[in-house]
Every structure is written in C-alpha cells, then in structure tokens.
C-alpha cells in the first residue's frame, strides 16, 4: 500500500487549510525562535525538530493541535499546562481556543536545555 506520506514539514503544512496552515506556520516559527539550532524532520510522520536527538514533535487533528514535547517538557510545566488535555508525553491545544505559543517557545527552551545537558554528560562518560 502507497501512501503520500509528507516528505517534509512544508508539504505537512500544504496539506491543511488555509487557517490550519496558519496555526500550523507560527507553531514552526515559534519552535525555530526558541531553537535555532534544531533541525527540522519528519518523524512519525508529523513535524519534528531535532536537536542531539527529538527535540519535539506537533501535528493537527480535527480539533486541535497535537504537541509531544516528550514528558520531562510537560512535567516541568505541569501547572501553566494543566488546562489541555494530554497524556503522557503529549499535550492538545483545542482549535476553538488561542494557540499558547509563548508556552511552547517556553516548553522547546527548556526541551533544548535538557537535550544539550544530556548529550553534554554523555560526552563526559566517553
């Protein structure tokens, strides 16, 4: 079985309409601010930035927007996020609602912090 899968965030974005698209546009400006040095990919087929491993993930849904900044971003948040529904490693964001893109510029910098501590102690291990 084919499937168009996206090949890149662009394409996942071009998929959408027009006011998904623009949701979906500032998310990516908001994660590339807060992590310029993370590279942009496709993983689960859903828009991922990297950065010494997964940084996090975001995808749209009929009602809102998905965002994975792994556990540790939603715990260390845990009060500020505590009005969207989510499970573990995930959040949702209601399309009904304002986007918190200052709470995901805040989640990715801590998101970086933590990888770069991480890969910087494993460095140290070798």
Do not use: C, W
């Amino acid at each position: 079985m084919k499937t168009n899968a996206p090949k890149n965030i662009d394409d996942y974005i071009a998929g959408f309409p027009k006011d998904i698209q623009a949701i979906l546009k500032k998310i990516r400006t908001t994660i590339r601010k807060a992590a310029p040095e993370a590279e942009e990919a496709m993983s689960y087929q859903m828009p991922t930035f990297k950065l010494k491993g997964n940084l996090v993930h975001f995808a749209a849904f009929k009602n809102h927007i998905g965002f994975y900044p792994a556990p540790t971003g939603i715990e260390k948040f845990k009060k500020e996020l505590a009005i969207y529904q989510g499970g573990k490693g995930t959040l949702q964001f209601p399309l009904d609602q304002p986007i918190p893109y200052d709470l995901i510029s805040k989640v990715v910098k801590f998101r970086v912090k933590e990888n770069l501590a991480k890969a910087a102690a494993k460095g140290k291990k070798k």
